[in-house]
C-alpha cells in the first residue's frame, strides 16, 4: 500500500514560530503537494515539488517555504507562523505517469 | 487563471442518482480527476478521464468534454455512506494538481 506519512496530526503554534511540517512517502513518487484546507475554500496548492531540490510556486506561497532534499520527503516551513495560517495542511505525492495523488491524513495546525 | 466551479451542496435519498458538475479554466489541461473526502478524512482519488467520454468504475461514472471546460460525476443507487465531499481536480501539465471547493454531498434514507 501506498503510504504518505504527515509528522503530526495536530499541532498548536504561537504566532511568530518557525514551524516544519514533515511529509514522507514510501512509493519513490517523484511528485509531492502540499495544500491547506479551508472550510468553503477546498483545497489550494501552496507549493509543490516534481523532483529533489525542484520546487513550484502554487496558489498561495505567501508565507510559506518548502525544502526537498530527499526524494521521499518533501517539509513545509512556516517562517513566521500567523493566526491566518490556522489550518487543515495536506500532503500528496503521485508519480510523473500516474493520475492519482495519494494523500496524507492531515495536520490540523492551530496557531495562538 | 485557473478556476473550477461545482456545486458547493447537493441532497439526495437512499437509491437515488445524483450528478456533481465541474466547470474549469485553467491552462495546460492534462485531464480531469475526482476525489472524495470523508469528514476527518484525507482525499481519495475515484476517477481519471483524460479524453472525452464516460468512465464507469462501479456505481461512479465520470465524464468529460474537453471542448466545453466540463465534465462530471454520476453516483448511482446512492448509499448512506456516499456522503462525503467530492472535488475535482485539473491535472496540469502533469504535475501540479488544481482542486475545486467540493460538492458536500448528504443522502439521506
Known amino acids: 500500500d501506498v503510504k504518505v506519512t504527515q509528522s503530526s496530526r495536530y499541532l498548536v503554534k504561537r504566532t511568530g514560530e518557525k514551524v516544519f511540517l514533515e511529509c514522507v512517502q514510501d512509493m519513490d513518487h517523484e511528485n509531492m503537494f502540499w495544500y491547506r484546507q479551508d472550510p468553503g475554500l477546498g483545497l489550494r496548492l501552496i507549493y509543490f515539488?516534481?523532483?529533489?531540490?525542484?520546487?513550484e510556486k502554487g496558489d498561495i506561497p505567501e508565507g510559506y517555504s518548502v525544502s526537498r532534499e530527499k526524494k521521499e520527503r518533501f517539509s513545509l516551513i512556516l517562517e513566521s507562523a500567523s493566526t491566518n495560517q490556522t489550518s487543515m495542511y495536506l500532503c500528496?505525492?503521485?508519480?510523473?505517469?500516474?493520475?492519482?495523488?495519494?494523500f496524507g491524513q492531515g495536520t490540523r495546525l492551530t496557531v495562538v | 487563471g485557473q478556476s473550477l466551479e461545482q456545486p458547493s451542496e447537493v441532497t439526495a435519498v437512499e437509491g437515488a442518482i445524483v450528478q456533481i458538475n465541474c466547470t474549469y479554466q485553467?491552462?495546460?489541461?492534462?485531464?480531469l480527476s475526482w476525489y472524495q473526502q470523508h469528514d476527518g478524512g484525507a482525499p481519495t482519488f475515484l476517477s481519471y478521464?483524460?479524453?472525452?467520454g464516460l468512465e464507469e468504475t462501479g456505481r461512479f461514472s465520470s465524464f468529460l468534454s474537453r471542448s466545453d471546460s466540463y465534465g462530471y460525476l454520476l453516483l448511482q443507487e446512492l448509499q448512506m455512506k456516499d456522503s462525503a465531499s467530492y472535488f475535482c481536480?485539473?491535472?496540469?501539465?502533469?504535475?501540479?494538481?488544481?482542486f475545486g471547493k467540493g460538492t458536500t454531498l448528504s443522502v439521506s434514507s
Open positions: 478521464n483524460a479524453l472525452d
Open positions: 485553467t491552462s495546460g489541461f492534462y485531464g
Open positions: 500528496a505525492s503521485s508519480t510523473t505517469r500516474d493520475t492519482e495523488a495519494f
Open positions: 515539488s516534481y523532483d529533489v531540490k525542484m520546487k
Open positions: 481536480a485539473v491535472n496540469q501539465a502533469g504535475t501540479a494538481l488544481i
